[in-house]
Antibody, heavy 121, light 110 residues
Framework: QITLKESGPTLVKPTQTLTLTCSFS??????????VGWIRQAPGKSLEWLTL???????RYRPPLMSRLTVTKDTSKNQVVLTMTNLDPADTATYFC?????????????WGQGTRVTVSP | QSVLTQPPSASGTPGQRVTISCSGS????????VYWYQKLPETAPKLVIY???RRPSGVPDRFSGSTSGTSASLAISGLRSEDEAHYYC???????????FGGGTKVTVL
C-alpha cells in the first residue's frame, strides 16, 4: 500500500525559504519509472504542479518557478525534500506530494493529505 | 486563467448523468493523456480517470472519461450524494513543459 505524508512549517515569513519533506512508503524511488511530484493549491484556486523527481534523479520543474525550486531525494530514508526560496504571500497554499508512475501512464495516482503553508509577516 | 478550460459548476439530481468538459489545445490535450481528479475539502485529490478513459482500481464504473481532438470529458452516471466535489482535469503541455490543470468544476447533487 502506497502512502505519502507531507511535513514542514505552517507559517513562513516573506522572503524566507520553505523546506517541505515528503515521507513515503510502499514503493521505492530508485528507478526512472517512478517519481514523486509536488503540487499545490492556493485557497480558492486550482491545482498547480511544481516539480517531479524520478528515481534515477532526473528532475522536472515548472518553468516559471524553476529559479526558486529545488527538489532532492533520500532513497535510504524514503523521503523527498522540496525547497522554495524567496517566499511571497502568493505562495500561501496547501502543498501535496504525490506518487507518479510512468508504467501504464497512470500519472499522479496516490497523494498525501497535504500540508498547509501560510506566508505572512 | 487556467490553460485548460472547465465550466465552474455542474449539477444533477441523484441518479442523473452529469458531464464535465475540459477544453485545451493541440499542445496539451491534443497530444497527451488526460487525467481527472476528485477533490473534497481538506482531503487529497483522488484520481478517478487516467490515460483518458481508464479507471483506477476501486473507482466505480459510474465514472467514465473520453477525449476528442483538443477536448476531454468526464461523465458521472447514476449520480450519488458522495459525488459532490470539485473535479479537475490535467495533462502535460508540450509548449509550456508544464503539467496544466483546469480551473475545476464544482459538481452539486441537488
Amino acid at each position: 500500500q502506497i502512502t505519502l505524508k507531507e511535513s514542514g512549517p505552517t507559517l513562513v515569513k516573506p522572503t524566507q525559504t520553505l523546506t517541505l519533506t515528503c515521507s513515503f512508503s510502499g514503493f521505492s524511488l530508485s528507478t526512472g519509472e517512478v517519481a514523486v511530484g509536488w503540487i499545490r493549491q492556493a485557497p480558492g484556486k486550482s491545482l498547480e504542479w511544481l516539480t517531479l523527481i524520478y528515481g534515477d534523479d532526473d528532475k522536472r520543474y515548472r518553468p516559471p518557478l524553476m529559479s526558486r525550486l529545488t527538489v532532492t531525494k533520500d532513497t535510504s530514508k524514503n523521503q523527498v525534500v522540496l525547497t522554495m526560496t524567496n517566499l511571497d504571500p502568493a505562495d500561501t497554499a496547501t502543498y501535496f506530494c504525490s506518487h507518479y508512475d510512468t508504467r501504464d501512464d497512470i500519472g499522479f495516482d496516490i497523494w498525501g493529505q497535504g500540508t498547509r503553508v501560510t506566508v505572512s509577516p | 486563467q487556467s490553460v485548460l478550460t472547465q465550466p465552474p459548476s455542474a449539477s444533477g439530481t441523484p441518479g442523473q448523468r452529469v458531464t464535465i468538459s475540459c477544453s485545451g489545445s493541440r499542445a496539451n490535450i491534443g497530444r497527451g493523456f488526460v487525467y481527472w481528479y476528485q477533490k473534497l475539502p481538506e482531503t487529497a485529490p483522488k484520481l478517478v480517470i487516467y490515460k483518458n478513459d481508464r479507471r483506477p482500481s476501486g473507482v466505480p464504473d459510474r465514472f467514465s472519461g473520453s477525449t476528442s481532438g483538443t477536448s476531454a470529458s468526464l461523465a458521472i452516471s447514476g449520480l450519488r450524494s458522495e459525488d459532490e466535489a470539485h473535479y479537475y482535469c490535467t495533462t502535460w503541455d508540450d509548449n509550456l513543459s508544464d503539467w496544466v490543470f483546469g480551473g475545476g468544476t464544482k459538481v452539486t447533487v441537488l
